[in-house]
């Protein structure tokens, strides 16, 4: 399984981006997807999943961010609205299947 992110950029605090992830190769395998992010210095860190048409948020994007896709066809898109200095970060997607598998990350940075 290979996850490609994309919708990364530079955006001015409390704008809005929406980063896609889509997989491709066996995507019959994945069971669940998620986004984690990595701020500089700090270890990645879980902010959205999904699976079985569940969805968890962390308490920090909780109200601001939207995780919706399709996880039998491998996608899962994160809608970031009102975001702030704090959500600069590299943003990760992820699947889970016979093995965890990541995308090479996007670049996110919100500026004041």
């Known amino acids: 399984v290979q996850l490609v992110e994309s919708g990364g950029g530079t955006v001015q605090a409390g704008g809005s981006l929406t980063l896609s992830c889509v997989a491709s190769g066996d995507t019959i395998c994945i069971s669940a997807m998620a986004w984690y992010r990595q701020r500089p210095g700090e270890g990645r860190t879980l902010i959205a999943s999904?699976?079985?048409?569940?969805?968890y948020y962390a308490d920090s994007v909780k109200d601001r961010f939207n995780a919706s896709g399709d996880i039998v066809r491998g996608t899962l898109n994160l809608q970031m609205n009102n975001l702030k200095l704090e959500d600069t970060a590299v943003y990760y997607c992820n699947a889970n299947g016979p093995y965890g598998y990541w995308g090479q990350g996007t670049q996110v940075t919100v500026s004041s």
């Open positions: 999904s699976t079985d048409g569940n969805t």
